[in-house]
């Protein structure tokens, strides 16, 4: 059974940075792409980024995190990061990572993604 777990999350100071990382154990299904979630409180769960399989050459951002936040992969390590610069008293949410087996190209479609993690708490104060 394959399990997700992200680290890296805390209390940081808006325009303060973060690094999330999302650690892959179990046997895992190849092809498969990569995302970032969140959710902040009373509101529903959303696409944050993704990365394509294996190369990790096409990536994609919310709007919201476009130019601030930035993907990546290492298949040897079988992990997936998210550096988070800038950050916002708005990005204040629980962030998870999840795999969308049998997928080569990135996905923004939450119900692709087939295993979550257990989420990390990230809290921006202004």
């Known amino acids: 059974q394959v399990q997700l777990v992200e680290s890296g999350g805390g209390l940081v100071q808006a325009g303060g940075s973060l690094r999330l990382s999302c650690a892959m154990s179990?046997?895992?299904?190849?092809?498969?792409?990569m995302g970032w979630f969140r959710q902040a409180p009373g509101k529903e769960r959303e696409f944050v980024a993704g990365?394509?399989?294996?190369?990790?050459?096409?990536?994609d951002y919310a709007d919201s995190v476009k130019g601030r936040f930035t993907i990546s992969r290492d298949n040897a390590k079988n992990t997936v990061a998210l550096l988070m610069n800038s950050l916002k008293p708005e990005d204040t949410a629980v962030y998870y990572c999840?795999?969308?087996?049998?997928?080569?190209?990135?996905?923004?479609?939450?119900?692709?993604?087939?295993?979550w993690g257990q989420g990390t708490q990230v809290t921006v104060s202004s």
């Open positions: 179990g046997r895992t299904f190849s092809p498969y792409a």
């Open positions: 990365i394509n399989w294996w190369s990790g050459d096409s990536t």
């Open positions: 999840a795999a969308a087996w049998g997928r080569r190209t990135v996905v923004r479609v939450m119900g692709e993604y087939k295993n």
